[in-house]
């Protein structure tokens, strides 16, 4: 007797000539089938606008309401948290504005933040990609080179936001897009390079005709271009861009401008009134070219926040109030094994003392609570211990042996 063929039961190809054959109750997909149909229902929901992404009038949220969910998982930062939420709030309005005669036309508005490193800008970024209905991404500056040269093209930005749109290009041409450390594509010095600065200078002016709007031919797999591959128009117009960075030293630029505005007796008495220990709120565009940004860029980031240095009082907070904090999500993981944690209080107020110590902000926060559990997390899975108390006692022998001590002299 023949042996039977296993076949696709839509295109009835053989499964020799496919690279995978889907096996059902009473019937066989290829791959190719898997394919097509995917992409006739992509096309049916364009058709009908059922795409994921969109966003009824009605389900618009209003800025305290985007404001209100930064709060369950970010602890301060009320000015950065009111400017991104009806920086969003704004960027929903523009795509459903209705066109009309009137000749006025909703121009978007990107924004930068700057704020030391730990104080929060790349966790709003990814907190408010949570409350949206259209599509986020967070791309990496540091990575981003001149057209031509070893790195990523500028245009590699929007392959992240094509890939998750779903290559759907009407979805990403209304997305959001999180440019992570901006300052490091900052010029060396306050005046225009000399020499080639593909990975500063250069970068800044690639960005230019995205953050102002214009069509680009993006490579959807990302990579470099090159004259045979297929490319994807996107129209950036309606792209929302968030940038953030530390700028690292932007203070003295602050404080020598601010030192400049008067001289002689007046002067002193504009120095008492400063605020030494948060010269970040001072900031202003101008020190943003100081630091390195040209102009042209400056101008196209109209939206200008600074993020608060985080003291004493917002890191026992971020410890343990948040939804996601550092404490509930060690609690969870011994949870997975049937093991009950807890803390005494004084555990995380020797935790914070240990941060605010070695100046290491919320980031700092994990790696000090890290050092303290790691002993008890490679044990307790093979013990039939079902309790956990962690004292002080216990917290500071930790922190004794370990080398993060050195982190002090350093």
């Known amino acids: 007797m023949a042996k039977t063929v296993e076949r696709c039961s839509f295109c ?36 009908t606008g059922t795409s994921k992404f969109s966003l009824e009038k009605d389900e618009l949220p209003k800025p305290k309401e985007i404001k209100e969910f930064l709060d369950q998982y970010v602890i301060g930062q009320e000015d ?14 523009r795509l459903m ?12 508005s990107n924004i930068v933040m700057v704020g030391a490193t730990g104080t929060g800008k ?28 070893v790195g990523e093209d500028i245009e590699s930005i929007l392959t992240r936001l094509l890939q998750v749109s779903d290559y759907d290009v009407e979805s990403a041409e209304r997305g959001i897009v999180f440019i992570d450390e901006i300052d490091k594509i900052a010029r060396k010095g306050d ?11 250069g970068v800044q002016q690639g960005l230019l005709k995205l953050l102002e709007g214009s069509v680009v031919n ?41 030192n400049t505005k008067v001289v002689g007796y007046a002067a002193s008495k504009v120095q008492g009134k400063l605020d030494v220990n948060n010269m970040l ?39 343990t109030e948040p939804k996601n904090s550092i404490v509930k999500q060690y609690i969870k993981l011994f949870a997975m094994d049937g093991v009950t944690l807890t803390f005494d209080d004084s555990v995380f107020e020797f935790v914070v003392d240990k941060a605010v110590e070695f100046k290491l902000g919320a980031r700092g926060l994990r790696s000090i609570v890290e050092t303290i559990m790691i002993d008890v997390m490679y044990e307790m899975p093979s013990s039939d211990e079902k309790t956990l108390h962690v004292t002080l006692e216990y917290a500071e022998e930790k922190m004794k042996k370990a080398n993060i001590e050195k982190l002090k002299a350093a």
Do not use: W
Request: proline letters at 6%; a positive charge; charged letters at 25%.
């Open 12 to 47: 009835g190809r053989p499964k020799k000539e496919t690279d995978l054959l889907i096996t059902g109750m009473d019937a066989y997909i290829c791959n190719f089938c898997v394919e097509q149909a995917y992409g006739i229902i992509n096309d049916g929901k364009k058709k």
């Open 80 to 93: 950065a948290k009111k400017t991104l939420s009806v920086a969003v709030y704004n960027h929903y309005k």
């Open 97 to 108: 504005q209705n066109s009309t005669d009137d000749g006025v036309e909703i121009e978007k």
């Open 122 to 149: 790349t966790l709003l970024a990814k907190t408010i990609a949570k409350r949206l209905h259209v599509p986020f991404t967070i791309v990496d500056a540091t990575v981003l080179t001149e057209a031509g040269y």
């Open 191 to 201: 005046n225009p390079s000399i020499t080639r600065d593909v990975s500063g200078e």
């Open 218 to 258: 993006v490579p959807p797999q990302g990579g470099r271009k090159h004259p045979d591959q297929k490319m994807i128009p996107v129209d950036t117009k309606n792209i929302l861009f968030i940038c953030g960075g530390a700028f690292d030293g932007i203070e003295r630029k602050i404080a020598n401008r601010m």
């Open 281 to 319: 709120q001072y900031v202003a565009p101008q020190d943003l070219k100081s630091f390195g940004l040209i102009p042209e860029i400056i101008g196209r980031l109209p939206m200008l926040c600074h993020l608060d240095q985080l003291d004493r009082n917002a890191l026992r907070r971020i410890l």
